[in-house]
């Protein structure tokens, strides 16, 4: 027993100290959003920040963990939290057809603006993880055991949203949705920890541990979560690499096609304009018609010569410049010169 009664006493005390930590967080996000910094609540220059909303959910959580097993204030705030995740889930999946909440409040729009769905989820099963363990002191293995098991699923989301963060690629930035900050994925893995050890010794997956003395729960529990960060991190990172090798070796391929067929296509242009100015008949007509000395037919037969290029190298239209950059004629024959400028709504 005296045994029992020690490891129950570390437990309250990893209890206090994992919520401490993320309530004290909790404060401080809360206090520079208040203040206009940005810092405290992104964690980084890119990141995005965490909304008062949801660390004022962290902190409710914090604070129901640190107040213990059989209190009502613990329930009831482990029961705001969770209300407040379950109506912004609501609110992502039946978007309009949730009803609005009054003004005073804030309404559904603004907390699905700034709470992510992957904040959301976790906070609920936490709520709910919390409610269980306050409600159910002592012999009540099975609550403690499924307030263990729904921790289990923000332990999960929280390891990954932290793996993308140290791999650099943050889970969800760069789409329509709003990801998860950083902030809020380390606040919820110290709370899910906390749930974990608010359970007890003898409460899956902490069980498998032992409580034996001698040993450190805590510490081996810690090192496992890290050693996972570490090997996910390190796998993620290897797998970005790769893709971005794979991703640059195609667009290497497509940027040497385009710039063959942009080579091409130059060819061709300069064959075009090297069969103009060798033909002396074509470059005769030319400058009489610029010069205006030519005979009547000359006009005609250079607008049909045009449209017989247009025609067979694809142009969409082929126009004659004088020296001064002006158009002076132009295939078809259909379009007008307003103010030394094409006349485009013509365009075919």
Same mark, same amino acid.
């Given at each position: 027993?005296?045994?029992?009664?020690?490891?129950?006493?570390?437990?309250?005390?990893?209890?206090?100290? =994992? %919520?401490? *930590? $993320? &309530?004290?967080?909790?404060?401080? @996000?809360?206090? /520079?959003? +208040?203040?206009?910094? #940005?810092? !405290?609540?992104?964690?980084?220059?890119?990141?995005?920040?965490?909304?008062?909303?949801?660390?004022?959910?962290?902190?409710?959580?914090?604070?129901?963990?640190?107040?213990?097993?059989?209190?009502?204030?613990?329930?009831? =705030? %482990?029961? *705001? $939290? &969770?209300?407040?995740?379950?109506? @912004?889930?609501? /609110?992502? +999946?039946?978007?309009? #057809?949730? !009803?609005?909440?009054?003004?005073?409040?804030?309404?559904?729009?603004?907390?699905?603006?700034?709470?992510?769905?992957?904040?959301?989820?976790?906070?609920?099963?936490?709520?709910?993880?919390?409610?269980?363990?306050?409600?159910?002191?002592?012999?009540?293995?099975?609550?403690?055991?499924?307030?263990?098991?729904?921790? +289990?699923?923000?332990?999960?989301?929280?390891?990954?949203?932290?793996?993308?963060?140290?791999?650099?690629?943050?889970?969800?930035?760069?789409?329509?949705?709003?990801?998860?900050?950083?902030?809020?994925?380390?606040?919820?893995?110290?709370?899910?920890?906390?749930?974990?050890?608010?359970?007890?010794?003898?409460?899956?997956?902490?069980?498998?541990?032992?409580?034996?003395?001698?040993?450190?729960?805590?510490?081996?529990?810690?090192?496992?979560?890290?050693?996972?960060?570490?090997?996910?991190?390190?796998?993620?990172?290897?797998?970005?690499?790769?893709?971005?090798?794979?991703?640059?070796?195609?667009?290497?391929?497509?940027?040497?096609?385009?710039?063959?067929?942009?080579?091409?296509?130059?060819?061709?242009?300069?064959?075009?304009?090297?069969?103009?100015?060798?033909?002396?008949?074509?470059?005769?007509?030319?400058?009489?018609?610029?010069?205006?000395?030519?005979?009547?037919?000359?006009?005609?037969?250079?607008?049909?010569?045009?449209?017989?290029?247009?025609?067979?190298?694809?142009?969409?239209?082929?126009?004659?410049?004088?020296?001064?950059?002006?158009?002076?004629?132009?295939?078809?024959?259909?379009?007008?010169?307003?103010?030394?400028?094409?006349?485009?709504?013509?365009?075919?």
């Amino acid at each position: 027993m005296p045994q029992a009664r020690a490891v129950r006493q570390a437990y309250q005390s990893y209890v206090k100290s =994992l %919520a401490s *930590l $993320a &309530g004290v967080w909790a404060v401080v @996000v809360l206090l /520079a959003r +208040l203040n206009g910094l #940005r810092f !405290p609540a992104t964690l980084g220059s890119n990141y995005v920040a965490m909304s008062p909303h949801a660390a004022g959910l962290m902190l409710a959580l914090s604070l129901a963990l640190l107040l213990g097993r059989g209190s009502r204030w613990a329930l009831a =705030l %482990a029961a *705001l $939290a &969770g209300l407040v995740s379950l109506w @912004v889930m609501a /609110a992502y +999946l039946l978007g309009s #057809r949730l !009803p609005t909440l009054p003004a005073q409040w804030a309404h559904g729009a603004v907390l699905r603006a700034k709470i992510s769905l992957l904040t959301a989820a976790p906070v609920l099963c936490l709520a709910i993880a919390s409610g269980l363990v306050a409600a159910f002191p002592g012999a009540r293995w099975r609550a403690r055991q499924a307030g263990a098991i729904l921790a +289990l699923g923000p332990v999960a989301s929280c390891l990954v949203v932290l793996i993308s963060y140290a791999a650099g690629v943050p889970l969800l930035y760069g789409g329509s949705n709003t990801p998860m900050t950083l902030p809020a994925a380390g606040m919820g893995m110290l709370l899910s920890l906390a749930v974990l050890f608010a359970a007890g010794a003898d409460a899956w997956p902490l069980a498998l541990f032992g409580a034996r003395p001698g040993r450190a729960p805590l510490a081996g529990f810690l090192l496992l979560s890290l050693a996972i960060l570490a090997g996910g991190t390190f796998i993620l990172r290897g797998q970005l690499r790769t893709a971005r090798l794979i991703v640059q070796d195609e667009l290497a391929a497509i940027c040497e096609i385009k710039a063959d067929q942009l080579a091409d296509w130059c060819a061709v242009r300069q064959g075009d304009t090297t069969q103009v100015s060798g033909s002396s008949l074509i470059q005769g007509r030319i400058r009489q018609f610029l010069a205006g000395s030519a005979p009547a037919g000359v006009e005609p037969a250079l607008r049909e010569w045009m449209e017989s290029v247009r025609g067979g190298e694809g142009y969409i239209r082929v126009v004659l410049f004088d020296a001064q950059g002006r158009p002076r004629l132009m295939a078809p024959a259909d379009q007008e010169l307003v103010f030394g400028r094409l006349q485009l709504g013509a365009v075919p």
